[in-house]
């Protein structure tokens, strides 16, 4: 909960922002009192951070002259949505038909990321990206570039200008992709690490060591990628494993002296906390101790995974080992920006293999928990003091069936429910990133 100020004026607070509030203060599976609703809220920022968080009525009439009002009365406040996977290359190719991944990959993703060689283009595409994360309620990504270094400086620019929260880094891939996609083990470690001095750090940015996925990166490259975590504090990883039969039995087959796909991670030193794996899909027993006990983050990509027919994510067997898990959209493999999208096709995956995600989890997932994943819930993630004010301002019945199945809702989970199995970017009202609207429906 939060501390209360005895009173409000000019030194305490700057913007005010009236709404129903929730937000998860832990996670809802393992404590009872995980999340707090206020139905009439006034949250507080100073500098774009939370200094409070209380009834509306008991403040609302002590704002000092010259504080920003936000009057959301009737809409739902939540933190920003966090996106732990995607690749803003990939925006232009989503939903492409008819293949998996080994295929798409060939046909449809590599032919794309070539186009990011020219700048202009990746300030194009870069630009869009953030745009829709921002109609989407999405504060925070973990972004796949292109291997192109000036993409990577595309995504970090745009974030910049918006404030956004990114992690992203420049694909390493010196292998197994078309000659104008590869770098080598040795410009691969000059670029990032160019790249990392630029980028990371900076502002609201982190860098992470990207290398595509093992078949594209020879056994010196993943050596470098080891190196360089090594010599920067604080770096992320991000990489894919396990998502599909056919790649792993390749990943056997370029790799034959390693245990397991993940075993190669590990093996070059690329497993531990802030490194992001998306997928995560057919991983064995001993794999699933190893993501656990090196505190390695799962990227869940429910509508990638369906769209590409790699598999069913066990997300209950994860969650009861203790494994970081994040919700992830894996555009342009996944097929909506939308976070409450893909809570929707989460709970599918969940359905067919008998599990049942609640929507309480499903939103925690999405902003604590997606936080937690990533290490940075000392900063995003929910309302207490002190954290940076990103937040999503919904609306619950944009549409005329959303509006009479919220009729017939009548309890907050229920209607958390219907939002997440019906709601897209029609439910995004406004978009708030340290405090500043950055987004607005009305006016987009
Ligand atoms: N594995 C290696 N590269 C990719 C990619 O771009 N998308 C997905 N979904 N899987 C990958
Ligand atoms: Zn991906």
């Not at 972004?143 to 992203?168: G, K, M, N, T, Y």
């Not at 999208?341 to 309480?360: D, F, I, N, R």
């Not at 017939?408 to 405090?435: K, S």
Request: some cysteine; overall charge negative.
């Amino acid at each position: 909960m939060s501390v209360l100020p005895s009173s409000l004026n000019n030194g305490n607070c700057d913007t005010a922002i009236r709404g129903s509030f929730l937000h998860f203060i832990a996670d809802p599976d393992r404590q009872g009192d995980a999340c707090e609703y206020l139905e009439d809220g006034l949250m507080i920022l100073k500098q774009g951070r939370v200094q409070m968080l209380a009834d509306a009525a008991d403040w609302i009439d002590s704002l000092p002259d010259g504080c920003a009002l936000y009057d959301y009365s009737g809409r739902l406040v939540m933190p920003g949505f966090i996106d732990t996977h995607c690749h803003y290359p990939q925006t232009e190719m989503i939903a492409s038909f008819g293949l998996q991944l080994l295929d798409w990959l060939q046909q449809y993703t590599f032919p794309t990321e070539l186009k990011f060689a020219d700048r202009a283009y990746a300030d194009k595409i870069a630009e869009f990206f953030c745009q829709q994360m921002l109609a989407n309620g999405t504060t925070t990504s973990a972004v796949f570039a292109s291997v192109h270094p000036q993409s990577v400086d595309a995504i970090f620019q745009q974030a910049e200008r918006r404030d956004l929260c990114l992690i992203a880094g420049k694909v390493m891939m010196d292998r197994n992709a078309p000659p104008e996609l590869r770098d080598s083990a040795e410009s691969g470690y000059r670029d990032s690490s160019e790249l990392i001095r630029r980028w990371h750090l900076q502002g609201r940015g982190y860098y992470a060591v990207t290398p595509r996925f093992a078949p594209c990166s020879s056994p010196q490259q993943l050596e470098v990628c080891g190196q360089l975590l090594a010599e920067n504090p604080d770096l992320y990883l991000q990489s894919h494993v396990a998502e599909n039969r056919d790649e792993v039995a390749w990943v056997a087959q370029l790799f034959p002296d390693n245990r397991s796909y993940l075993d190669v991670y590990d093996t070059y030193g690329l497993l531990g906390p802030r490194s992001i794996y998306g997928h995560c899909i057919h991983l064995d027993e001993p794999d699933r101790e190893r993501m656990a006990e090196s505190g390695a983050a799962i990227a869940f990509c429910p509508t990638s995974n369906l769209f590409l027919g790699s598999g069913l994510f066990d997300l209950d067997e994860a969650l009861a080992r203790n494994i970081r898990v994040g919700l992830a959209t894996d555009v342009g493999a996944g097929t909506s920006f939308s976070l409450l999208q893909t809570m929707a096709e989460a709970y599918k995956v969940c359905q067919l293999a008998g599990q049942s995600l609640t929507p309480l989890k499903a939103f925690y997932l999405a902003t604590l928990g997606g936080a937690q994943a990533l290490y940075l819930d000392h900063r995003i993630g929910n309302f207490t003091v002190g954290k940076e004010a990103d937040f999503v301002v919904l609306d619950l019945a944009p549409t005329e069936l959303m509006q009479c199945r919220m009729e017939n809702a009548t309890t907050l989970e229920e209607r958390l429910f219907a939002l997440m199995m019906l709601g897209d970017d029609r439910c995004i009202q406004a978009t708030h990133v340290m405090g500043r609207r950055q987004y607005s429906r009305s006016t987009a």
